[in-house]
């Protein structure tokens, strides 16, 4: 029986910061030999194809289009990108695919979608591009990214916020462009505090190749990522930059937290978490903002929610959170909540969050009383169709 071929390692370059993501790759080409480069280019897609290139250090060696699927040029990616690699792969030529991504696609979606197809491909490193003097502009952004040409799709609704703060908290490696004589100490602070998981490599400076090789965990990104057991930010106050991490152990009182939305949203450049409405004592709701938007979604259950018998299917990742916020009466049930910007004002930000917490008297009446307060909420988790 003949050994079975090596599989290909492949990793994945994104960003939206576009010169900082072509400066990445080019320091892979040059770093490490042997390395081929996939780039989809969704610009065109209004036109009905997306454009593809496949380059080495010598320049290019071939390009294509792929046809839009479902008028969605994210969806085209998806069903190109793995024949792509499948044909890089079998000619045996190359010892690293590199798969650029377009500005505005996540790294999260196509890193699943390479892990699939494990017997041929290894997905062995991701990695954002980032110019760390536009971390704040970025995340400041509201704008949907079909009002700047950067929609995959006409239902794409995402924000330039929401999707660059999703870029850099997913992998494992942020690169950072060398030519960042706009960033200050703060602009570093802010991007260190808002990526506890990832490691920081300098361009120019021949790592970020080695770091791209070393292996990726498909399912301990995932985690880092889901509400229930995210890695989040930790305190922190350096060069004016500032982390709040917030934990309470009474649920929000419905109607004050709705009436301070907006004020929260606002409050920090980004902000994420889980928290516990009294009236929805068994959903893990989730907390995400970004550019002065939030988003608020259910996240599932509680783990104190669910029967005893469907902890074995809960992965150990979400079991070890839930045992460090454990209490003894109400489980897993709590508030923890991080908002990091420069500039927080934090004992104003306590203040105000503190106050959406219930008080003594409302916590003493129990969560039979609880459930029965106004559904402030229904508009967010109970969308009428």
Known sequence: MSPAKPRLPVAIVGGLCEDARRAAVGDILHAAPGTVVLHHDLSAAPSGSVHRTVRDLTGPISSGHAPLVNDCACCALREDLVPELLRLAGAGTYRLAVVELWDSVEPQAMASVIAAENEALELTGVATAVDPAVVLPYLANG????????????????????????????????????????????????????????????????????????????????????????????????????????????????????????????????????????????????????????????AGPWLAALPDAAWEMVPPERRVAASLDWHLEHGDRCQHLTFTSPGLDRDGLLELLDSCLFTDTEYAAGPVMWQHLPHAFDEFLDPVA
Do not use: K, M, N
């Open 143 to 298: 704008d949907d990214l079909a009002d700047v040409g950067l929609a995959a799709a006409p239902t794409d609704q995402r924000t330039v916020a929401d999707t660059f703060a999703r870029q850099i908290e997913y992998p494992t490696v942020l690169a950072l462009a060398t030519g960042d004589e706009g960033a200050d100490d703060a602009d570093r602070a802010l991007l260190v505090q808002l990526t506890p998981a990832a490691r920081l490599v300098r361009l120019g400076e021949g790592a970020l190749g080695p770091a791209l090789q070393v292996g990726f965990d498909l399912a301990a990104a995932a985690a880092r990522q889901h509400p229930s057991c995210a890695r989040l930010p930790q305190e922190a106050d350096e060069h004016g930059v500032v982390t709040l991490a917030w934990h309470r152990d009474r649920p929000f009182h419905p109607q004050r937290l709705y009436a301070d939305l907006e004020d929260l949203a606002c409050a920090a450049a980004r902000s994420r978490g889980r928290f516990w409405l009294a009236d929805r004592p068994d959903t893990l709701l989730a907390w995400d903002a970004a550019g002065g938007a939030l988003c608020v979604e259910s």
